[in-house]
């Protein structure tokens, strides 16, 4: 700092603590109004906390159940005779909003090694690193060999309680070892009771009857519908369905933006009416106190001086109201067992009602301050 600088700043800080201080002493010396003050913003806070803040977080828990559903995923179903094969793989995993990609091989049916005739279930190759985040394991190491793991659905229907034995290929006799089971996301739920054998990356392709892509999030996912698509290269292009979950994204959307416009225009409508409660007490507070000001002025206080000791005073009176209503509504939601907003919307609402309580004492403030000293002094 330079030392024509110091000068300046050490009075405009001298200035600001006499400000506070003052308004503090103004603030105890006023009890009532000072107490009327913080209990209609506190008033203001906890209502709105209590409607659009729970309102808010009972949306944002339904918009990540829409979420949980499939918004984000697109899949691909192809018959045999389309050529689809693996190589899609490589397409597709470099693209921009791509957050997981997999595919499966034709399906076959295996049943419980152990147990003769019994229930069948399809067998699939897996194909794509993305399988290992899911725990279905790598291949095995062995030549010739093969492990295969189930999700829970296949587990009780092949009678592999522990999720470890073998299966056999009903057509090939084929057997092939269960290493573990595991519990696949919500959204696989469309690949139904099945037994994935995770294949390693082979440079000759292989067939895909089903492929999943997951979009990172659902407004990418209308654009990625149509990149995949040109990008599968198949021999005969009716031969392959895409699906996504474009529509419950479009939902999602619409669902937000229907919530977030009530929600602002409660929220607008609620620190409005706080705004002209505010403003009233403090012109209240202003007639009350015209022959303090009076003798202010007379004693040389500025008008910037009456200004910011207003204005700081209802400062003060919003922090505390905000800051007491909030954590009362927060605390009662708890209790209640309801959902609680997050904690930047609980600090939105109090720098809210800090900055609409200020500008509602603005009007007042100045009103305090153009009074001519000696005319207050006179009136008895």
Not at 200 to 221: E, G, K, M, N
């Amino acid at each position: 700092m330079t030392p024509a600088v110091k000068p300046a700043v050490k009075p405009a800080v001298k200035f600001v603590g006499a400000v506070v201080l003052e308004a503090i002493a103004s603030l105890l010396g006023m009890r009532v109004v000072s107490m009327t003050t913080v209990g209609v913003v506190a008033a203001l806070c906890f209502t709105v906390m209590l409607t659009t803040g729970r309102n808010i977080a009972e949306s944002d828990a339904v918009l990540a159940n829409i979420d949980s559903v499939g918004t984000r995923i697109l899949v691909v179903r192809a018959e045999a005779a389309s050529g689809l094969d693996t190589r899609v793989l490589d397409r597709l995993a470099p693209l921009h909003g791509v957050e997981w990609v997999g595919a499966l091989g034709p399906a076959s049916d295996v049943t419980n090694a152990a147990i003769e005739g019994g229930t069948r279930v399809a067998l699939r190759p897996a194909y794509g690193a993305g399988w290992r985040i899911m725990g279905v394991g790598r291949p095995a190491d062995t030549p010739g060999s093969s492990r295969a793991f189930t999700n829970l659905r296949a587990k009780w229907l092949l009678g592999l309680s522990d999720g470890v034995g073998a299966v056999k290929d009903v057509q090939s006799q084929e057997i092939v070892d269960v290493v573990g089971s595991v519990m696949l996301p919500e959204y696989l739920d469309l690949i139904g009771p099945a037994v994935l054998v995770p294949e390693r990356s082979r440079v000759d392709p292989r067939p895909v009857s089903v492929l999943i892509v997951v979009a990172s999030t659902a407004s990418q996912v209308e654009a990625l519908t149509s990149t995949v698509s040109s990008l599968l290269a198949v021999d005969d292009s009716t031969k392959v369905t895409v699906t996504s979950g474009e529509q419950l994204a479009q939902l999602r959307e619409r669902v937000g933006a229907q919530l977030g416009v009530f929600g602002q225009s409660f929220v607008l409508m609620v620190f409005v009416a706080g705004a002209v409660l505010v403003a009233m007490i403090l012109s209240c507070l202003v007639m009350i106190r015209r022959k303090d000001f009076g003798r202010r002025r007379v004693l040389g206080a500025s008008r910037r001086l009456v200004i910011g000791l207003l204005l700081v005073t209802v400062g003060l009176q919003a922090v505390a109201g905000s800051i007491v209503g909030s954590v009362v509504a927060v605390a009662l939601l708890l209790i209640q067992g309801s959902p609680v907003p997050a904690p930047a919307f609980c600090v939105a609402v109090v720098v809210l009602a800090l900055v609409t309580s200020i500008s509602a004492g603005v009007i007042p403030a100045l009103i305090a301050s153009t009074r001519e000293p000696l005319r207050e002094l006179r009136v008895p």
